[in-house]
């Protein structure tokens, strides 16, 4: 078996990123772009672009049948499709099976087993890892019985669901009832799956996740762990690893529990196993896995010295895992900071438009994963997302300094831009400090006053 064409299934910055894995490693890509997407920096990078339909996603990236009919018709032998969009659809992965088209990623079984969060959770417990004490709910019974056993503060969750939505926290049981009944009808309408479960509210916890690499055969190690806890909406926004703060003890056993997880699904691919840590029991929970490439992959990276798309693309060759855990050397400190065309001064709303010029910042230590240059367009259909800056250092302090001196070195005109409030965020001293949970960025924004 030898890879030597790929279909890339995605656009922006992921798309760019995994051509020139591809390029280095000399195999030859066809990229889908949807009628917005064709004179992007992607669309210019790949050896050959095929429409697959107009700007809106469920016109174009959405639609499972579309994507392998084009792999087919390009004759690839694979399709990587990159995070968001399909990357977590079993649906794709099962066609890719059924037609005989290498799927860059895990089964089309795993990607069930962790993309309903309830079958998840039974599978962390069947692991023997940690999960946060609650379960499903029928009725409204079910749920104030469980919500009493457990106890406030709760949070409401979406079986299906993801980025929040079908999200709710309950602080007096007494509304339990209704608020299950709004999260249900906001994840049906947003996921076409009402179900939903509730969990004991963590009110101080940080978000820690721990990157795995499977062969499918048994096999998995880990590349450490990066911190995710500067969240807004339950959107990241900066990552870094390693995660400051952590004893070593509760360090070794995250990462423990992740490979558990990992072993126990027999994964295949790259993934990402994200706990909560409890900060105050100094304890950690099973949140879910994501069965794909994440957004944050290059801190990882930049760590450890290891392409994860190059290994997710030798791993669906058949060639395993090119590494054991004895070899894997974590090295230094490294953060991200996600650069989206999105406007602070109006509650962060997006900002589609031509970006006239674009001026990244490089240097020692400084990586810039981005689709964007001077004169590209913003489509109003996809994510915000313009570009990843991401500094690498010996050191946290290092690290911070390093960002922080990108960040000025950087230069979007045409829309508005996050860059300042990741500036302010940086220079914060809690931020600085290390160790910031989940609820950090809310105390920050509610005493600063951040501008485009």
Not at 271 to 288: A, I, M, N, W
Not at 360 to 389: C, M, N, Q
């Given at each position: 078996m030898a890879i030597k064409r790929i279909l890339v299934a995605n656009r922006g910055e992921i798309a760019v990123r995994i051509l020139r894995t591809c390029k280095e490693l000399g195999i030859e890509t066809v990229l889908t772009v949807s009628a917005v997407d064709k004179d992007s920096l992607g669309a210019l990078l790949a050896d050959r672009t095929l429409c697959i339909g107009p700007g809106p996603s469920a016109d174009s990236y959405l639609k499972p049948e579309t994507i392998v009919q084009a792999a087919l018709g390009a004759k690839c032998d694979a399709i990587h499709p990159g995070y968001g969009f399909l990357s977590e659809r079993a649906a794709l992965a099962r066609l890719c099976e059924e037609e005989g088209v290498i799927f860059i990623g895990p089964t089309a079984h795993q990607i069930e087993a962790v993309g309903d969060k309830l079958r998840a959770r039974a599978e962390a417990e069947a692991a023997n890892v940690p999960v946060v004490p609650g379960g499903p709910i029928e009725d409204a019974a079910e749920a104030e019985a469980l919500g009493r056993k457990i106890g406030a503060p709760l949070l409401v969750k979406a079986v299906g669901g993801g980025g929040g939505r079908g999200m709710k926290r309950v602080d007096d049981l007494k509304k339990l009832a209704e608020t299950v009944d709004m999260a249900s009808a906001e994840a049906g309408a947003a996921f076409g799956d009402a179900r939903v479960y509730i969990e004991r509210l963590v009110t101080t916890g940080r978000h820690v996740e721990v990157q795995v690499l499977g062969d499918g055969e048994g096999n998995v190690l880990h590349l450490g762990e990066r911190d995710c806890s500067v969240q807004r909406r339950y959107q990241k926004l900066i990552e870094e690893t390693p995660a400051p703060g952590l004893s070593t003890e509760l360090r070794d056993s995250i990462?423990?529990?992740?490979?558990?997880?990992?072993?126990?699904?027999?994964?295949?691919?790259?993934?990402?196993?994200?706990?909560?840590?409890?900060?105050?029991?100094?304890?950690?929970?099973?949140?879910?896995?994501?069965?794909?490439?994440?957004?944050?992959?290059?801190?990882?990276?930049?760590?450890?010295?290891?392409?994860?798309?190059?290994?997710?693309?030798?791993?669906?060759?058949?060639?395993?895992?090119?590494?054991?855990?004895?070899?894997?050397?974590?090295?230094?400190?490294?953060?991200?900071?996600?650069?989206?065309?999105?406007?602070?001064?109006?509650?962060?709303?997006?900002?589609?438009?031509?970006?006239?010029?674009?001026?990244?910042?490089?240097?020692?230590?400084?990586?810039?994963?981005?689709?964007?240059?001077?004169?590209?367009?913003?489509?109003?259909?996809?994510?915000?997302?313009?570009?990843?800056?991401?500094?690498?250092?010996?050191?946290?302090?290092?690290?911070?300094?390093?960002?922080?001196e990108a960040l000025v070195g950087t230069k979007i005109v045409g829309v508005a831009t996050n860059v300042a409030f990741h500036r302010a965020v940086l220079n914060d001293p809690e931020f600085a400090a290390g160790g910031v949970d989940t609820g950090y960025l809310a105390r920050f924004l509610a005493h600063t006053s951040v501008e485009a």
């Open positions: 990462r423990a529990a992740g490979v558990r997880f990992a072993h126990h699904l027999n994964y295949r691919g790259a993934g990402t196993v994200e706990f909560l840590v409890d900060v105050g029991r100094q304890s950690f929970y099973f949140l879910e896995m994501n069965a794909r490439i994440q957004v944050e992959h290059p801190v990882t990276e930049q760590i450890s010295g290891v392409d994860l798309i190059a290994e997710q693309i030798a791993i669906a060759d058949g060639k395993g895992l090119r590494l054991t855990q004895d070899q894997v050397r974590l090295n230094g400190c490294s953060i991200e900071c996600r650069i989206n065309a999105e406007d602070p001064a109006r509650d962060f709303a997006p900002s589609p438009g031509t970006v006239s010029q674009a001026i990244w910042p490089g240097g020692e230590g400084i990586r810039v994963d981005t689709h964007i240059v001077s004169g590209a367009r913003v489509p109003p259909f996809y994510d915000s997302l313009l570009a990843k800056v991401i500094a690498y250092g010996p050191d946290r302090a290092s690290t911070l300094k390093r960002l922080d």
